[in-house]
């Protein structure tokens, strides 16, 4: 049973920073690419960030410059670094995984984590 557990969120003021852990635990499992995606009240879930095995990046326009992606393929876990946080980043941030898991592969959910960023 392949788990995502996320840490890291809290409340932070504008221009802080944050950083969120997602890590992978189980047996018997690959990872291709992981990410995190975000979803405030009345709207609906949204890509933040992607990272492929290789390490290839991809970004939401409105995070680009403040939040960078990153993995750990040893220790199977992903991380997001915000910096500059503005209030519109409010959310609950999850992360994701494509994972092969037996012979099955599918993406997978963390439990989700909230980050608020208020003054």
């Known amino acids: 049973q392949v788990q995502l557990v996320e840490s890291g969120g809290g409340l932070v003021q504008p221009g802080g920073s944050l950083r969120l852990s997602c890590a992978a635990s189980g047996s018997g499992f690959s990872i291709y690419d992981m990410g995190w995606y975000r979803q405030a009240p009345g709207k609906q879930r949204e890509l933040v960030a992607t990272i492929t095995s290789r390490g290839s990046t991809h970004y939401l326009d409105s995070v680009k410059g403040r939040f960078t992606i990153s993995r750990d393929n040893a220790k199977n876990t992903v991380h997001l670094q915000m910096n500059n946080l503005k209030p519109e980043d409010t959310a609950v941030y999850y992360c994701?995984?494509?994972?092969?898991?037996?012979?099955?592969?599918?993406?997978?959910w963390g439990q989700g984590t909230q980050v608020t960023v208020s003054s």
């Open positions: 994701n995984a494509d994972i092969n898991s037996l012979g099955t592969r599918r993406g997978y």
